[in-house]
């Protein structure tokens, strides 16, 4: 089924920042709601300088209603980000991948937009590539969790395999615990995860090829197990 939004739509990046390049445009919602986006675009024509900026929009209709710069960073095209975390006060949190590498960092700023910090959480994340058109998407995915938590299913190489773990942090990003397996199999790959959280239970769900055929595995987890 198709659903039709029968309200007003706003122009929330202009048609002079495509065409300079905003290669990025990822939403988040905080805590209690309030929409956010971050989009990224390169300062001139071939440019490796990317401008990071914060947009918040309305509650209730989705309009813009500030915008604000964040960082200019040096990245490639395909250096791309995949999950905005944002908070009630404006503050914003970017998981990204240091420049050619397999560090997972996250780098924060504050209500204000200043930039804070950086924190590594991973140096040995699975790195998907795409040699055509050059993206580097680090294998992992987020999901916020009660009392400031955050929860990352994330995979890595070992040996001839790539395995998927669940690490949980505090809300200044500290590792609480040792990586969890998702899966007692060490043969194939498993990737591509998502995970969601039902009455204080996960649902992780992932890539796997480790019977000589990929298929979709799905796994219930006590949150209780890992935190």
């Known amino acids: 089924m198709i659903r039709h939004s029968t309200g007003p739509s706003y122009k929330v990046v202009s048609a002079t920042e495509w065409h300079h390049g905003t290669d990025i445009l990822i939403g988040g919602f905080s805590e209690s709601g309030t929409p956010y986006i971050v989009h990224r675009e390169r300062l001139q024509k071939d440019s490796p300088l990317r401008v990071l900026t914060r947009i918040r929009l309305d509650d209730s209709t989705g309009a813009p209603l500030a915008e604000d710069v964040l960082d200019t960073l040096v990245s490639e095209r395909g250096d791309f980000i995949h999950a905005l975390i944002a908070y009630d006060d404006g503050a914003v949190d970017l998981p990204m991948l240091l420049p050619s590498s397999e560090t997972l960092v996250i780098r924060c700023y504050d209500a204000a937009a200043a930039f804070l910090h950086e924190v590594e959480i991973c140096r040995e994340i699975f790195v998907l590539r795409d040699k055509l058109f050059r993206p580097d998407h680090p294998d992992y995915a987020y999901l916020r969790l009660h009392n400031g938590l955050h929860l990352l299913s994330w995979s890595r190489k070992e040996g001839n395999a790539v395995r998927l773990y669940l690490s949980v942090f505090d809300a200044d990003w500290r590792l609480l615990d ?31 090829n480790g019977n000589g055929d990929c298929a979709v595995m799905y796994r219930r987890i006590p949150l209780d197990m890992i935190v």
Do not use: C, E, F, K
């Open 178 to 208: 040792i990586p969890y397996p998702v899966s007692s199999s060490s043969a194939g790959d498993q990737l591509r995860s998502a995970v969601a959280l039902h009455n204080d239970t996960l649902a992780v769900a992932w890539m796997d």
